[in-house]
């Protein structure tokens, strides 16, 4: 089970940090991706990163912006976004990744999803 949190109402240029905490003592093992969905669009890869934390991968409308972490004591990946946009409204999931895989932008490499959490930016 994946639960996401930290979302909210942020002006342009902002900061929030969204916590994806997950059960289950594999966690360690699990690769782990942002995506999102943005009022009327589908929803979208941001990032993700591999179960050694050795590998980070951002969709290009996020680099340099936004920051994926994890911390495998506390079963919990971060996404730390900074200079927020009004783009970047939208519903925030967090997903795992269990077999390995090193196809982390697609959503159809990940096993299990959370249940999102709206991040809403105004200019």
């Known amino acids: 089970q994946l639960q996401a949190s930290g979302g909210g109402l942020v002006q342009a240029g902002g900061s929030l940090r969204l916590s994806c905490a997950a059960s289950g003592r594999a966690f360690s093992r699990w690769s782990m991706g942002w995506f999102r969905r943005a009022p009327g669009k589908e929803r979208e890869f941001v990032a993700a990163?591999?179960?050694?934390?050795?590998?980070?991968y951002y969709a290009d409308s996020v680099k340099g912006r936004f920051t994926i972490s994890r911390d495998n004591a506390k079963n919990t990946v971060f996404l730390q976004m900074s200079g927020l946009k009004p783009e970047d409204t939208a519903v925030y999931y967090c997903a795992a990744e269990i077999g390995g895989s090193a196809y982390l932008r697609f959503q159809r490499t990940y096993n299990y999803w959370g249940q999102g959490t709206l991040v809403t930016v105004s200019s």
């Open positions: 990163i591999s179960w050694r934390g050795d590998s980070t």
